[in-house]
C-alpha cells in the first residue's frame, strides 16, 4: 500500500471528488470485503419496484465506517503512521479506527465515555487498541482528544467531517451502483452526513439519473432542516434507538456535498426502524442495528414513490446489543 496520495485527489480539508471515491476503492480492494447485495420478493412486494440491499452489516468491524476510517489510515504519511492515531467515539467509528490501524500496523487511542456498552470498548481494545475514558457529564471528549492527540502526536481521524472518510465510505455505493448500474433511487441513512456525501458522489458520476434520497430519525431531522434552510441547522442530540444517527449536525465538509446534489430527506420513526429490524431478522436472516433499518423505514414511509423502480437500499451497520436486540424483536 503506498502511502503517497496521488496528485489527482484531495488533500486533508478540501472537498473530495469521485477521483477521492476511486482511489479509495483501490486502497480498499482485498482489505475491505466487497459486501453481498440482496434481493427479497416481499420487499419488492412492499415497495412495488425492484429492491437491492447492500449489506453493509456484514463489513469488516460491522458497519461501512471500515471503509473510511481504513482509507483515511492508508494515507498518512510515514511520520503520522508511526506516531499513530487517536478517534474518539463511542460507536461503529471507534472498532473501524481501532482495526484499520491494526492492519496498517499503527498505534491508535480511542476516547470513550467510561459508561459507553462493555461490549463495544472490549471490541475496540480487542482489536489493539488503547481506550482511554472519560465522564461525559463533566469532562469535555474534544478538550481531553486534542491534549491527547497533542501530547502524542497523534492524528485526529473524524467519524465524517474529512475528504479521505467521506471517499471511502462512497465505496460501497460506489460497489453497489457497478453491480447494479441502473438504479433509479438509492435510499442512504444519514448521521453527520458522510455515507450520503460519498453515495452522493458515487452516484453522481456512475448513474446521474438515479435519485439519491437521505433518511434520517424523525426525532432528528436536522439534515432535513440543513437542506431546506441552505445552511447548516444544529439541533440538541436527538432521542432514538437510532444511535449511530444522534448527531447534532451535518459537517462543513458533508452539507455542501448533501445540498447541492440529494434529491429528497426524509425520515423515520424508532417504531418503523423496529419493524426493519424484524424485517432483517424474519426474512433475510440478518441482524441489522436500528440505524442500519433507516434506509428501509424511509423508503417505505418518507412519502418518495418506489412504485416501478429499481431502489437501492444501504443497510449500514449490524453492531447491536443482543440483550437490546432481543427486546426489540419482542416488542
Ligand atoms: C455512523 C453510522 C451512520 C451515519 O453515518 P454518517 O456518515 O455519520 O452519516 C449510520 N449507520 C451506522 C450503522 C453508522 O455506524
Same mark, same amino acid.
Given at each position: 500500500?503506498?502511502?503517497?496520495a496521488?496528485?489527482?485527489?484531495?488533500? /486533508?480539508?478540501?472537498?473530495?471528488t469521485?477521483?477521492?471515491?476511486?482511489?479509495? !476503492?483501490? %486502497?480498499? #480492494?482485498?482489505?475491505?470485503?466487497?459486501?453481498?447485495?440482496? @434481493?427479497s420478493?416481499?420487499?419488492d412486494?412492499?415497495?412495488?419496484?425492484?429492491?437491492y440491499?447492500?449489506?453493509?452489516?456484514?463489513?469488516?468491524?460491522?458497519? &461501512?465506517?471500515?471503509?473510511?476510517?481504513?482509507?483515511?489510515l492508508s494515507?498518512?504519511?510515514? #511520520?503520522? @503512521?508511526?506516531a499513530?492515531?487517536? !478517534?474518539?467515539?463511542?460507536?461503529?467509528?471507534?472498532q473501524?479506527?481501532? *482495526?484499520?490501524?491494526?492492519?496498517?500496523?499503527?498505534?491508535?487511542?480511542?476516547?470513550?465515555?467510561?459508561?459507553?456498552?462493555?461490549?463495544k470498548?472490549?471490541?475496540?481494545? /480487542?482489536?489493539?487498541? =488503547?481506550?482511554?475514558?472519560?465522564?461525559?457529564?463533566?469532562?469535555?471528549?474534544e478538550?481531553i482528544s486534542? %491534549?491527547?492527540a497533542?501530547?502524542?502526536?497523534?492524528?485526529?481521524?473524524?467519524? &465524517? +467531517?474529512?475528504p479521505?472518510v467521506? #471517499?471511502?465510505?462512497?465505496?460501497? /455505493?460506489?460497489?453497489l451502483?457497478?453491480?447494479?448500474?441502473?438504479?433509479?433511487?438509492?435510499f442512504?441513512?444519514?448521521?453527520?452526513?458522510?455515507?450520503?456525501a460519498?453515495?452522493?458522489?458515487?452516484?453522481q458520476a *456512475?448513474?446521474?439519473?438515479? @435519485?439519491?434520497?437521505?433518511?434520517?430519525? /424523525?426525532?432528528?431531522?436536522?439534515? =432535513?432542516?440543513?437542506?431546506?434552510?441552505?445552511?447548516i441547522?444544529?439541533?440538541p442530540?436527538?432521542?432514538?434507538?437510532?444511535?449511530?444517527?444522534?448527531?447534532?449536525?451535518?459537517?462543513?465538509?458533508?452539507?455542501?456535498?448533501?445540498?447541492?446534489?440529494?434529491? +429528497?430527506?426524509?425520515?423515520?420513526? +424508532?417504531? =418503523?426502524?423496529?419493524?426493519?429490524?424484524?424485517?432483517? !431478522?424474519?426474512?433475510?436472516?440478518?441482524?441489522?442495528e436500528?440505524?442500519?433499518?433507516?434506509a *428501509?423505514?424511509?423508503a417505505?414511509?418518507?412519502g418518495?414513490?418506489t412504485?416501478?423502480?429499481?431502489?437501492?437500499?444501504?443497510?449500514?451497520?449490524?453492531?447491536?446489543?443482543?440483550? @437490546?436486540?432481543? %427486546?426489540?424483536?419482542a +416488542?
Open positions: 500500500m503506498p502511502p503517497s496521488s496528485a489527482a485527489t484531495a488533500p /486533508a480539508g478540501t472537498p473530495p469521485f477521483a477521492d471515491v476511486q482511489d479509495a !476503492a483501490q %486502497r480498499l #480492494a482485498g482489505n475491505a470485503h466487497r459486501t453481498p447485495v440482496l @434481493r420478493v416481499s420487499a412486494d412492499m415497495l412495488g419496484g425492484r429492491v440491499f447492500k449489506c453493509e452489516n456484514l463489513q469488516r468491524t460491522g458497519s &461501512f465506517k471500515f471503509r473510511g476510517a481504513y482509507n483515511a494515507r498518512l504519511s510515514d #511520520a503520522q @503512521r508511526k499513530g492515531v487517536l !478517534a474518539f467515539s463511542a460507536g461503529n467509528h471507534a473501524a479506527v481501532a *482495526l484499520s490501524a491494526r492492519l496498517l500496523d499503527m498505534p491508535a487511542v480511542i476516547v470513550m465515555p467510561e459508561d459507553a456498552p462493555v461490549s470498548m472490549a471490541a475496540t481494545r /480487542a482489536y489493539g487498541a =488503547q481506550v482511554v475514558t472519560y465522564n461525559r457529564y463533566t469532562e469535555d471528549r478538550a486534542r %491534549r491527547i497533542q501530547e502524542r502526536g497523534l492524528t485526529l481521524i473524524p467519524p &465524517f +467531517d474529512h479521505h467521506i #471517499a471511502g465510505q462512497g465505496t460501497a /455505493a460506489l460497489e451502483l457497478q453491480e447494479v448500474p441502473d438504479l433509479d433511487l438509492l442512504v441513512c444519514v448521521g453527520g452526513g458522510g455515507l450520503l460519498g453515495s452522493l458522489l458515487a452516484a *456512475l448513474a446521474p439519473h438515479c @435519485r439519491v434520497v437521505g433518511v434520517e430519525p /424523525a426525532a432528528g431531522n436536522d439534515g =432535513q432542516q440543513s437542506v431546506r434552510a441552505g445552511h441547522v444544529r439541533i442530540t436527538p432521542h432514538t434507538i437510532a444511535d449511530g444517527a444522534q448527531t447534532q449536525a451535518l459537517g462543513e465538509l458533508t452539507f455542501p456535498i448533501i445540498r447541492a446534489h440529494v434529491h +429528497d430527506m426524509v425520515t423515520a420513526t +424508532d417504531e =418503523q426502524l423496529m419493524q426493519g429490524l424484524r424485517f432483517f !431478522a424474519e426474512r433475510k436472516k440478518i441482524v441489522v436500528p440505524t442500519g433499518a433507516l *428501509l423505514a424511509g417505505l414511509h418518507g418518495v414513490s412504485r416501478g423502480q429499481r431502489v437501492g437500499l444501504i443497510i449500514s451497520g449490524g453492531n447491536v446489543d443482543l440483550a @437490546r436486540y432481543a %427486546r426489540f424483536l +416488542d
